[in-house]
């Protein structure tokens, strides 16, 4: 396929493996050059590296990181983009991933204390990940094709309706986390969740017809 036809998705997961790119060469450099590219509540709110909540979204922990997060962004992404459209979908990953890391710095900067670190996040801490934009693609599957089948990644043959799977993850997700205190950006991946919930929900509205043809298609 030649470059210029590609979907929007696929321009997408290239930005992704390029901002990578410049990551690793980056963090080789200086382990601390990640406050040019990851999200930090502390900086945030002092009014510093503001576009940090854009590039987050492009940046990745590590290569299996990454990995992950682009089958699960293929996986969605693509059917995503042929129901909603090219240019809707470009703003809407741009949109949900920043209104995950925005609900997500504004509670660890407002909550993240003590216990309250293991449910919200730490200020301290820096963030990045595609996740919270791909949550918000599950989000918006959840309105407009809630018996749309999900699986979990490495869990084969195990598949459960959207309307069930998605929360289910987010909380299960959630839990673990709490209990072990691994750092993972569940307050990114909520905000990414309700980001899709409320664009669904909004085009639900708008295109009554069309979207009940769309559900009769994906029963």
Do not use: E, V
């Given at each position: 396929m030649v470059l210029k036809n590609k979907s929007a998705l696929w321009w997408i997961v290239i930005l992704n493996v390029i901002f990578f790119v410049f990551e690793i060469v980056l963090l080789f450099i200086n382990p601390d050059?990640?406050?040019y590219f990851a999200l930090n509540a502390e900086n945030?709110?002092?009014g510093k590296y503001l576009?940090?909540?854009i590039f987050h979204m492009f940046s990745h922990g590590g290569f299996l990181h990454l990995i992950v997060n682009m089958i699960a962004l293929v996986s969605l992404g693509g059917l995503c983009e042929r129901i909603i459209g090219r240019k809707r979908f470009i703003w809407f990953y741009l949109i949900s991933?920043?209104?995950?890391?925005?609900?997500?710095?504004m509670l660890a900067e407002f909550f993240g204390f003590g216990f309250w670190e293991r449910v919200f996040g730490s200020r301290e801490v820096y963030m990045l990940g595609a996740s919270g934009a791909i949550f918000g693609i599950a989000g918006l599957f959840v309105v407009l094709l809630p018996k749309l089948r999900f699986g979990i990644l490495f869990i084969p043959f195990f598949t459960l309706p959207a309307y069930v799977m998605v929360p289910l993850f987010l909380v299960v997700i959630w839990i673990i986390t709490i209990i072990s205190g691994i750092g993972?950006?569940?307050s990114a991946h909520f905000g990414g969740f309700l980001a899709g919930l409320i664009y669904g929900f909004y085009l639900r509205a708008k295109y009554k017809q069309k979207i009940k043809l769309l559900q009769r298609t994906f029963r």
């Open positions: 050059y990640i406050k945030i709110f002092s576009w940090t909540l991933g920043l209104f995950a890391g925005l609900l997500s710095i993972i950006g569940n």
